[in-house]
């Protein structure tokens, strides 16, 4: 079983739904990311947060939400879904600071009609 | 200028061959240094940290150039399995745990 897991897989939806992306982790990490990834931009952080109390603003944080319910769990939600927010989603978890080495979910490809 | 940059390639290279490509960033204070692979329409993964001093994983090799804000990945007697896109990714300073990432440079492997 992955060691991150990211829910769902893929998601097609349309304008102005609200669309929630789940991550789960087996890692025992405190820290763990949001990314979304467009074709010529590498990757850029959405949010993050460092345990359950704490949640950060990334780069691109606007039209995105997120909710630490648990260590182990970190939530991603479009309040309402735009076309531009079409893209791969990744979720991530980091052991510490000093090492920052970055673990990847599968990624959640969605798409906003 | 893109804090990190790369060449967007695609590097089409001969299986065997040795293959080189090098990533720039903009800000002096950087500390930290990676190179992740990411497979086509997959996560991407570590492959090295890059180190002062330079390190070796294998046929893999990366190196520092503080002075001229560069880091490389050597990639010696190339396997068809090396095909992907490598991730230059940098943590601009101790303190900001933020990463951020490079567009990545495409090698495919040619048999």
């Known amino acids: 079983d992955a060691d991150v897991t990211q829910t769902p897989r893929n998601r097609i939806t349309k304008t102005g739904k609200r669309i929630m992306l789940e991550c789960s982790q087996t890692?025992?990490?405190?820290?763990m990311y949001w990314y979304r990834q467009d074709p010529g931009l590498g990757l850029r952080l959405i949010y993050y947060?460092?345990?359950?109390?704490?949640?950060n603003k990334g780069e691109i944080s606007d039209g995105y939400s997120v909710s630490r319910q648990a260590q182990a769990k970190f939530s991603l939600s479009l309040e309402s879904a735009i076309p531009n927010q079409t893209a791969l989603y990744f979720c991530?978890?980091?052991?510490?600071?000093?090492?920052?080495?970055?673990?990847f979910g599968a990624g959640t490809r969605l798409s906003v009609l | 200028r893109k804090e990190v940059e790369q060449d967007p390639g695609p590097f089409n290279v001969p299986e065997g061959a040795t293959v080189a490509f090098n990533c720039t960033y903009s800000?002096?204070?950087?500390?930290?240094f990676f190179w992740y692979r990411q497979d086509c329409r997959k996560e991407p993964k570590l492959l090295m940290s890059?180190?002062?001093s330079g390190n070796e994983d294998g046929r893999f090799t990366a190196q520092l150039n503080r002075a001229s804000q560069y880091i490389s990945l050597l990639i010696r007697d190339s396997k068809l399995s090396d095909s992907a896109t490598y991730l230059c990714?940098?943590?601009?300073?101790?303190?900001?745990?933020?990463?951020?990432f490079g567009t990545g440079t495409r090698l495919t492997i040619i048999p």
């Open positions: 991530a978890t980091s052991e510490d600071s000093v090492k920052n080495i970055q673990y």
């Open positions: 890059v180190y002062s």
């Open positions: 800000n002096s204070a950087s500390q930290s």
């Open positions: 947060s460092f345990d359950v109390k704490d949640i």
């Open positions: 890692k025992g990490h405190d820290r």
């Open positions: 990714v940098v943590t601009p300073n101790f303190g900001n745990e933020k990463l951020t």
